[in-house]
C-alpha cells in the first residue's frame, strides 16, 4: 500500500484537498487489483462510502477527484511489486483517501 500511495503522490495523481469544503470528514477507501502489465485488473470499487452521495455535494466532489488520482495513475502505469503476485488472485489492495495526506491504508 504504501509503495501505491507514494506513486500517487510522486506521479502527480493526488493533490492536497485540506482546503476543500468539510475537508476533516471527507474519505474515500477504493479496492484495487492489478494484472501483471501496471494497469488495474478490475475498474476500482467504492467500498466507503458504498455509493456516491448524491445528497452530500462536498464528499461527491472529492469521490470525482479520487477517482481522477486512480484513472491517471492507472493511465500513467502502476509499478506493482513481484511479491503482490505471489498473493492469491485475485488480490485486492484498499486505498484511503484523505484530504490532507492523500491516500493511505
Not at 506513486?7 to 484495487?32: F, G, I, N, P
Not at 476500482?44 to 477517482?67: G, M, Q, W
Request: glycine share 2%.
Amino acid at each position: 500500500t504504501d509503495i501505491l500511495v507514494s506513486q500517487l503522490r510522486d506521479k502527480e495523481c493526488w493533490a492536497d484537498h485540506s482546503d476543500m469544503a468539510d475537508a476533516k470528514r471527507l474519505k474515500a477507501t477504493y479496492r484495487v487489483s492489478f494484472s501483471r502489465n501496471g494497469k488495474f485488473s478490475r475498474t476500482p470499487e467504492l467500498i466507503e462510502p458504498s455509493r456516491k452521495p448524491a445528497n452530500d455535494p462536498p464528499l461527491n466532489t472529492f469521490i470525482v477527484h479520487a477517482e481522477r488520482a486512480l484513472n491517471k495513475c492507472n493511465q500513467i502505469g502502476w509499478y506493482v511489486p513481484e511479491d503482490y503476485f505471489r498473493l492469491p488472485q485475485p488480490a485486492y489492495i484498499n486505498l484511503e483517501f484523505l484530504p490532507k495526506i492523500g491516500a493511505s491504508q
